[in-house]
């Protein structure tokens, strides 16, 4: 996020007020601490432009007041995907002009043109993860006065489902306990395609922690948070099965454990990467979701993502996909990965830059839809995949005819496809030839097997 300038300005602006303060606190060391340092400077902004009682460590009620309806207005947004709004949207959730004017640090007018006649206010908040933040307060606060019409309305759609590892608990039972709603939220926003609720849930996890809610001073009420039911949490974080959902929404349940300040997983990884004798040690799930996101942020590419090498379950393998992004060669032979999987694998061969250079996908049966996405990848100019190795896939006519627009795009990098054991028949071998007879393909090396003697010959 340090890439990000609207980021560096919020960090900059807490760190100068913590600085100049004649007791200096300790200094933010997740998100959460750092967006609830920065909502408290702009109160005392505020205050100093405004005038107004100032307390220390605790909010007026009108100012509670009004942060709860910019927080309504924040989730409710981000619910369905909005990030900018209309005044008829704040009168909805209780506000006025004037009063969203006094926080422009966090919420602020822009002008949008509506027609060629017409000119239309339009408000948002200073950066999305400013809205995510509000939202993630105003949830946390319909949680602590157990307002169930809010958390039900949130958490509906919600369905058991046989693969998730938690079956009975999303039905219409009311929520239990604080450990039933983080999880809840979890899983809704694992479901999510695009991601939109991934740091909302962070802030929410990172919200449980009395330090935290104290930070806030006393916008949030306080919860008697036991250490009990705070490792309750970190536990379901740990042992979250998220096989159906995208290796990139699992990494944010690292990302959650980081917010409530547990170290745990991210120092025992930190040993492993240091450690001489990888294969012996055993990893679970979150470490790998940890490891994923380790390897993929490193400003080293990784020579070889082989996921065979790796001591842990099937689950922990298809967390470490995301790693692909930031490899040369990645081995996912037999692997038994979902089109989520897939997706993950051609964003990496289409980012810029892009360091896949050689793949390996043997083994993997009932790859049709796969094999279609990876080359529409290939043809993406960012791509510089040099070796594509698919071994004993069934390939089918389709993913051939597939395989043979990728040869001929311009440019085509592929120089070594390796297609043995694949039984291709008569249709899908002269959909090959063709491609191989185009001049634009630079195939250097076919590989395959008696059985396509036509190809052979080509």
């Known amino acids: ?74 989730f409710e947004h981000l ?14 959730c209780g506000l006025d002009v004037s009063e969203v004017s006094v926080y422009s640090g966090v919420c602020t007018e822009i002008f949008k043109r509506e027609s060629v006649i017409f000119q239309k206010s339009v408000y948002c908040f200073v950066h999305l993860s400013v809205q995510e933040f509000l939202a993630a307060v105003y949830m946390f606060h319909r949680y602590t006065r157990k307002d169930t019409v809010v958390i039900n309305q949130f958490l509906e759609y919600l369905k058991p489902n046989p693969f998730s590892g938690f079956v009975g608990l999303f ?124 390897l993929q942020m490193s400003e080293e590419v990784l020579d070889e993502l082989n996921l065979r090498q790796y001591n842990t379950s099937d689950e922990g393998r298809r967390r470490l996909i995301p790693a692909v992004r930031n490899c040369r060669k990645a081995e996912l032979s037999d692997s038994f990965l979902s089109m989520s999987h897939w997706e993950v694998v051609a964003s990496a061969m289409t980012s810029n830059p892009s360091h896949l250079r050689e793949l390996s996908l043997s083994w993997n049966e009932n790859l049709a839809d796969a094999v279609k996405l990876l080359s529409s990848a290939m043809m993406h100019p960012n791509c510089r995949l040099e070796t594509l190795r698919l071994s004993d896939c069934w390939l089918s006519e389709i993913s051939c005819d597939s395989l043979a627009s990728a040869l001929r795009s311009n440019p085509s990098h592929l120089r070594v496809l390796e297609l043995s054991y694949n039984k291709l028949k008569d249709p899908a071998v002269k959909l090959l030839c063709g491609a191989l007879q185009d001049p634009l393909c630079k195939l250097e090396t076919l590989r395959s097997v008696r059985d396509d003697p036509v190809l052979s010959q080509v």
């Open 79 to 92: 619910e369905k995907g909005n990030i900018m709004f209309y005044s008829e949207d704040l009168e909805r």
């Open 1 to 74: 996020m340090c890439l990000i300038p609207v980021f560096c300005w919020i960090t900059a602006i807490v760190l100068e007020d913590m600085m100049t303060r004649d007791q200096r606190g300790e200094l933010p060391k997740t998100l959460t601490d750092l967006y609830s340092h920065f909502l408290r400077v702009q109160i005392k902004r505020k205050k100093q432009k405004y005038g107004g009682k100032q307390r220390p460590g605790k909010l007026t009620e009108a100012d509670k007041e009004l942060l709860l309806k910019l927080g309504r207005l924040a």
């Open 171 to 294: 039905n219409n039972d009311p929520v239990t306990s604080l450990d039933d709603f983080l999880r809840r939220a979890l899983m809704k926003s694992l479901k999510s395609e695009n991601g939109h609720l991934d740091l909302f849930v962070r802030f929410l996890h990172g919200l449980s922690l009395e330090s935290n809610q104290r930070i806030l001073g006393g916008l949030l009420d306080q919860m008697d948070s036991h250490p009990e039911t705070i490792q309750k949490v970190l536990n379901n974080l740990k042992e979250v099965n998220s096989g159906e959902f995208s290796p990139d929404r699992s990494i944010n349940i690292f990302h959650c454990l980081m917010e409530m300040k547990d170290q745990s997983v991210h120092q025992e990884i930190q040993e492993f990467l240091k450690s001489e004798k990888k294969s012996e040690r055993e990893l679970s799930a979150i470490h790998c979701s940890a490891l994923a996101y380790l």
